[in-house]
């Protein structure tokens, strides 16, 4: 079993800098690939980012390469997605998730196994 806790997540204006982190509990953290995903009231739960066991692997959806960066440490079972240019549009809740027994990234929430409570992120024009 893995528990999964997101912090970071708050009000800021367009334009500002986020870092939300995920805490992850259990030893195959680092065998598990990891991601990001977000929803907004009244749209389908989306990908942002995803990352491979090894952290090598990266996937970013179109709407936010070149803002968001994903990241993790392994010593320490966490994940962070920096969020730079942070946009509107970017409002939503932010979860955490983990694959299980899965080191490769994937990109739809059905390939996850664990998931955390969420974190949310507004941002103001």
């Known amino acids: 079993q893995v528990q999964l806790v997101e912090s970071g997540g708050r009000w800021v204006q367009a334009g500002d800098s986020l870092r939300l982190s995920c805490a992850a509990s259990g030893r195959t953290f680092s065998s598990n690939a990891m991601g990001w995903f977000r929803q907004a009231p009244g749209k389908e739960r989306e990908n942002v980012a995803a990352i491979s066991a090894t952290g090598r692997g990266t996937y970013y959806r179109d709407s936010v390469k070149g803002r968001f960066t994903i990241s993790r440490d392994n010593a320490k079972n966490l994940v962070y997605l920096q969020m730079n240019s942070l946009k509107p549009e970017d409002t939503a809740v932010y979860y955490c998730?983990?694959?299980?027994?899965?080191?490769?990234?994937?990109?739809?929430?059905?390939?996850?196994?664990?998931w955390g409570q969420g974190t949310q992120v507004t941002v103001s024009s």
């Open positions: 998730a983990a694959r299980r027994g899965n080191a490769y990234v994937a990109s739809v929430p059905s390939s996850y196994a664990y």
